[in-house]
């Protein structure tokens, strides 16, 4: 990967939104009056759980597999929780590829169903998702597979475009809350927001029981922990990117932290006030607005509801459990 000091400029993000939007519609943002009635801010909403596969990883997947071509790729192979591996299987499928894709045993049972659909080959091994990633690695040299990474330049590309619309979207916006998985979502807000030269906060969000990005970005190190949400699995990271970290100790302003419980009142106030459906990474930025509102006050604020492919049990509980 190129130095991370040369975010991507304006012109390469345009260029990777062209190809996106070859596929799909830009999605929209809104600021829900419920919200704002709720929490006394005007919090504007990014809704990638309106994309093709319910979350914003689709678009790194499509500049990713455009770049990839299908010469001389006999398949390609990936390790995910869920939402990149939709991402992989349907970029792969436009190009007439087959795609492996490995998730952890006890993943998502929808989020999987979701990747057999768009015609992957599911293969279950590990107890998180580092160990599935290493298993996947294996199996690419071992199968003669093309290894799709979950984070690189050009899914940042890819991804950058939901933040481009955002910004572009709605002037005078003060802070921007995006979730931290592997870093992709959050490195391209920050690509969109330097190549528009905009005076912008962004906030980085992890669980807090899935803390090793918080703690890599307090302590300018990369720091490994173990990962025990058991809602926010789009955060449930144990092993940071050395590239994701070196673009967040440049340019995030903070991390903030989130437990499981203020995740799940997120999903409800999300759900009561604009009747979407978010997954738990999906409304961490919203359980971080509502954690740190009091500083807030005044400013217009932005999350970015990454996805929402949560599974209907699950859901059914976050919904049925004390307001």
Same mark, same amino acid.
């Given at each position: 990967?190129?130095?991370?000091?040369?975010?991507?400029?304006?012109?390469?993000?345009?260029?990777?939104?062209?190809?996106?939007?070859?596929?799909?519609?830009?999605?929209? /943002?809104?600021?829900?009056?419920?919200?704002?009635?709720?929490?006394?801010?005007? %919090?504007?909403?990014?809704?990638?759980?309106?994309?093709?596969?319910?979350?914003?990883? %689709?678009?790194?997947?499509?500049?990713?597999?455009? $770049?990839?071509?299908? !010469?001389?790729?006999?398949? %390609?192979?990936?390790?995910?929780?869920?939402?990149?591996?939709?991402?992989? $299987?349907?970029?792969?499928?436009?190009?007439? &590829?087959?795609?492996?894709?490995? %998730?952890?045993?006890?993943?998502?049972?929808?989020?999987?169903?979701?990747?057999?659909?768009?015609?992957?080959?599911?293969?279950?091994?590990?107890?998180?998702?580092?160990?599935?990633?290493?298993?996947?690695?294996?199996?690419?040299?071992?199968?003669?597979?093309?290894?799709?990474?979950?984070?690189?330049? &050009?899914?940042? /590309? !890819?991804?950058?475009?939901?933040?481009?619309?955002?910004? /572009?979207?709605?002037?005078?916006?003060?802070?921007?809350?995006?979730?931290?998985?592997?870093?992709?979502?959050?490195?391209?807000?920050?690509?969109?927001?330097?190549?528009?030269?905009?005076?912008?906060?962004?906030?980085?969000?992890?669980?807090?029981?899935?803390?090793?990005?918080?703690?890599?970005?307090?302590?300018?190190?990369?720091?490994?922990?173990?990962?025990?949400?058991?809602? $926010?699995?789009?955060? $449930?990271?144990?092993?940071?990117?050395?590239?994701?970290?070196?673009?967040?100790?440049?340019?995030?302003?903070?991390?903030?932290?989130?437990?499981?419980?203020?995740?799940?009142?997120?999903?409800?106030?999300?759900?009561?006030?604009?009747?979407?459906?978010?997954?738990?990474?999906?409304?961490?930025?919203?359980?971080?607005?509502?954690?740190?509102?009091?500083?807030?006050? !005044?400013?217009?604020?932005?999350?970015?509801?990454?996805?929402?492919?949560?599974?209907?049990?699950?859901?059914?509980?976050?919904?049925?459990?004390?307001?």
């Amino acid at each position: 990967m190129p130095s991370t000091d040369l975010l991507p400029s304006l012109e390469t993000l345009q260029r990777a939104a062209a190809t996106v939007y070859r596929v799909l519609d830009p999605t929209p /943002q809104y600021a829900w009056p419920l919200l704002h009635e709720s929490l006394g801010l005007e %919090v504007w909403v990014k809704h990638e759980n309106h994309t093709p596969v319910g979350a914003f990883k %689709v678009r790194g997947g499509l500049v990713y597999f455009d $770049a990839l071509g299908r !010469g001389g790729t006999r398949g %390609v192979i990936s390790a995910t929780r869920g939402n990149h591996g939709q991402s992989v $299987a349907y970029a792969a499928g436009r190009y007439g &590829l087959a795609s492996t894709i490995v %998730v952890p045993y006890g993943n998502s049972r929808e989020k999987n169903s979701a990747m057999r659909a768009l015609g992957a080959e599911l293969i279950e091994h590990g107890d998180d998702f580092q160990s599935a990633r290493e298993y996947a690695t294996r199996l690419a040299a071992e199968r003669g597979l093309h290894m799709v990474p979950s984070f690189h330049p &050009l899914l940042l /590309q !890819g991804v950058a475009s939901y933040s481009l619309e955002l910004l /572009q979207a709605v002037p005078g916006l003060a802070v921007v809350y995006v979730p931290i998985g592997l870093g992709s979502g959050v490195c391209g807000m920050i690509a969109a927001r330097e190549a528009l030269g905009l005076p912008i906060e962004i906030v980085g969000v992890v669980s807090e029981h899935a803390p090793a990005y918080a703690l890599s970005f307090e302590q300018k190190r990369p720091i490994e922990h173990a990962v025990s949400t058991a809602l $926010a699995d789009g955060m $449930a990271c144990r092993t940071p990117e050395p590239e994701a970290l070196e673009i967040l100790w440049r340019h995030l302003a903070r991390v903030v932290r989130v437990s499981d419980e203020e995740v799940a009142a997120a999903m409800r106030l999300i759900f009561t006030c604009t009747h979407n459906v978010a997954e738990g990474a999906g409304a961490a930025g919203l359980a971080a607005i509502t954690k740190e509102r009091e500083h807030l006050r !005044g400013r217009k604020v932005a999350f970015v509801l990454s996805g929402g492919n949560v599974d209907r049990e699950v859901y059914a509980r976050v919904l049925a459990s004390a307001a």
